[in-house]
């Protein structure tokens, strides 16, 4: 038996041969343990409809309907959809995992679509943006919930890039966060309850066995990972629930308008 990737902490990925999930990667961390971390508090019942918002090799997506039976729309920008379509029906969920194209800011879904919202290790990228949960509500049903993880912050840093890190990060990692960062953040909209917000237990652990294993010559991240040890670096999640008792505002795609021809200077004042 390949014992690679192997962990008590993720009884349902253990499932899943290794050089299938290297082969499908797509980002830093490893999908089917965030995925199955996630999902330990998320509502995930047969039949429902659940979006993987960038979604990457559609690993997740995969994991996600075989585990849990739900239909899963498995949507990304930067990955072949018809690449993510062949792995999809090799896994033999093309019943139920459905690949689309999509930015996340332009997602082509009606308003309260989704029993579920989830995304890994993508959603920094995208959703600090005040007013982008605002956006991204809309297309859950009323108490259905948004979920994310992925990397981040076990406490938000405003100075100097801790020393252990400087070698590592560079300026976009900037839009990691804490825990707590994304629990105030949701909050604060008033169109969530956040349930859940807090970081995996000795994830960094994880993290650096994780890269061993898919990109062993990434000594750099590796390192700096180790050194920090988790006084910095997490994996982080975050699990809130569409407030039934608000109305989101419309999103304003135009703006009607109608023109008028009008003088464009002054007369000029004669002396």
């Given at each position: 038996?390949?014992?690679?990737?192997?962990?008590?902490?993720?009884?349902?990925?253990?499932?899943?041969?290794?050089?299938?999930?290297?082969?499908?990667?797509?980002?830093?961390?490893?999908?089917?343990?965030?995925?199955e971390w996630l999902a330990s508090a998320v509502d995930l019942r047969p039949g429902i409809r659940v979006l993987d918002l960038g979604?990457?090799?559609?690993?997740?997506?995969?994991?996600?309907?075989?585990?849990?039976?739900?239909?899963?729309?498995?949507?990304?920008?930067?990955?072949?959809?018809?690449?993510?379509?062949?792995?999809?029906?090799?896994?033999?969920?093309?019943?139920?995992?459905?690949?689309?194209?999509?930015?996340?800011?332009?997602?082509?879904?009606?308003?309260?679509?989704?029993?579920?919202?989830?995304?890994?290790?993508?959603?920094?990228?995208?959703?600090?943006?005040?007013?982008?949960?605002?956006?991204?509500?809309?297309?859950?049903?009323?108490?259905?919930?948004?979920?994310?993880?992925?990397?981040?912050?076990?406490?938000?840093?405003?100075?100097?890039?801790?020393?252990?890190?400087?070698?590592?990060?560079?300026?976009?990692?900037?839009?990691?966060?804490?825990?707590?960062?994304?629990?105030?953040?949701?909050?604060?909209?008033?169109?969530?309850?956040?349930?859940?917000?807090?970081?995996?237990?000795?994830?960094?652990?994880?993290?650096?066995?994780?890269?061993?294993?898919?990109?062993?010559?990434?000594?750099?991240?590796?390192?700096?990972?180790?050194?920090?040890?988790?006084?910095?670096?997490?994996?982080?999640?975050?699990?809130?629930?569409?407030?039934?008792?608000?109305?989101?505002?419309?999103?304003?795609?135009?703006?009607?308008?109608?023109?008028?021809?009008?003088?464009?200077?002054?007369?000029?004042?004669?002396?």
């Open positions: 038996m390949d014992n690679r990737l192997l962990s008590d902490r993720f009884p349902r990925s253990n499932k899943y041969h290794p050089e299938w999930l290297i082969a499908g990667c797509s980002g830093g961390a490893n999908p089917l343990w965030l995925t979604c990457g090799r559609a690993l997740s997506s995969i994991f996600l309907s075989l585990e849990f039976e739900v239909e899963v729309w498995a949507a990304d920008l930067w990955f072949s959809v018809s690449e993510n379509l062949q792995r999809i029906r090799n896994a033999g969920v093309g019943n139920r995992v459905y690949p689309i194209r999509s930015e996340a800011r332009s997602l082509p879904f009606a308003n309260d679509f989704f029993d579920s919202i989830i995304s890994i290790d993508s959603f920094p990228y995208y959703g600090t943006d005040d007013l982008y949960l605002g956006y991204l509500a809309r297309f859950v049903k009323p108490g259905g919930q948004i979920a994310i993880a992925g990397a981040g912050l076990t406490r938000e840093f405003d100075g100097a890039v801790p020393e252990r890190l400087a070698a590592w990060w560079e300026p976009t990692m900037r839009c990691l966060h804490s825990a707590g960062w994304w629990r105030a953040h949701w909050q604060k909209s008033g169109i969530v309850n956040v349930e859940v917000a807090d970081a995996m237990a000795d994830g960094w652990k994880f993290w650096v066995k994780w890269q061993n294993v898919v990109a062993p010559e990434n000594l750099t991240e590796i390192r700096a990972v180790e050194s920090d040890a988790g006084e910095h670096i997490a994996y982080v999640r975050a699990v809130a629930r569409r407030r039934e008792d608000v109305t989101l505002d419309e999103i304003v795609q135009s703006v009607p308008t109608k023109y008028m021809a009008t003088p464009l200077l002054r007369d000029t004042v004669k002396r």
